[in-house]
C-alpha cells in the first residue's frame, strides 16, 4: 500500500496514523512549536543566570543608577502596540486583504525598528559610562539577557522583511500563510518573554 494513501483507500484494521507521514501543516505547527519551547528553556537559564548574579556588581553601578524608567516604558509601548498591530496583520491575511497585510507589516515593522533604536541608545549610553559587560557579572548578564532578546527581535524584523516580499510574488499560497502564521506566534512570543524582562530587569531592578 502507497504511504500517501487516502483515508478510504486505507484497509480495515489499520491506524490511519499508521498510514503514512502526517500533513505538512501539522509537522511545520509542531516543530515551530519546539523551537518556541527551546527558546523558553535558553531564557530561563537566562533569568536564573541575571537573578543569581544581579546583586555581583563588584562595586560598579546598578540597575537603579542606570536604567531610565521613561526610555524603558516607551521601548514597552512600542513592543506591545507591535503585537496588536501584528495580530491585525494576521487578520487581514485570513481575509486575503493585501493592503491591509502591508499596513500591518509596516507598523509592526516600524514599532519593532522603534524598540530596538531605544534599545541600543540605552546600551551605547550604559557602555559610555564604564557600564559595559565586562564591568561585572551583574552587567554581563543584563547584556546578555536583553541583548539576546533583542537579537531575536531582530530576526523577527529580517523575517517580516522577508514574508512581506513572498507575499508580494507568490500571494497567500498555502506554505505563505503557515509562514506568517509561525511569524506571528513568534513575534507575540518575543512580547511575553519582554513583560517578564521588564518586571524582573527593569521593575524590580530599581529597588534598593
Not at 1 to 7: D, G, K, R, V
Not at 128 to 154: E, Y
Not at 174 to 186: E, I, K, N
Amino acid at each position: 500500500m502507497s504511504l500517501t494513501a487516502t483515508i478510504g483507500d486505507i484497509p480495515r484494521g489499520i491506524p490511519a496514523s499508521e498510514a503514512g507521514p502526517a500533513p505538512k501543516r501539522i509537522v511545520v505547527a509542531y516543530g515551530f512549536w519546539i523551537f518556541l519551547l527551546s527558546d523558553v528553556v535558553m531564557f530561563s537559564a537566562f533569568f536564573s543566570a541575571y537573578a543569581v548574579l544581579v546583586h555581583a556588581t563588584a562595586g560598579g553601578p546598578t540597575g537603579a543608577q542606570l536604567f531610565n524608567q521613561v526610555s524603558v516604558a516607551i521601548e514597552t509601548a512600542c513592543l506591545l502596540a507591535s503585537s496588536y498591530t501584528c495580530g491585525l496583520m494576521s487578520i487581514a491575511i485570513t481575509r486575503h486583504h493585501r493592503l491591509g497585510t502591508y499596513l500591518g507589516a509596516a507598523a509592526t515593522f516600524a514599532l519593532g525598528l522603534a524598540f530596538l533604536a531605544i534599545e541600543l541608545n540605552e546600551f551605547a549610553g550604559m557602555i559610555a559610562r564604564d557600564a559595559g559587560p565586562q564591568r561585572s557579572s551583574f552587567l554581563s548578564a543584563f547584556f546578555t539577557l536583553v541583548g539576546c532578546h533583542g537579537l531575536h527581535v531582530t530576526a523577527g524584523l529580517v523575517w517580516l522583511i522577508v514574508m512581506m516580499a513572498q507575499v508580494a510574488t507568490r500571494g497567500y499560497a498555502a506554505v505563505v500563510q503557515r509562514r506568517l502564521q509561525c511569524f506571528s506566534l513568534f513575534w507575540h512570543f518575543l512580547d511575553i518573554i519582554w513583560v517578564w524582562l521588564f518586571t524582573v530587569v527593569y521593575l524590580m531592578g530599581v529597588r534598593p
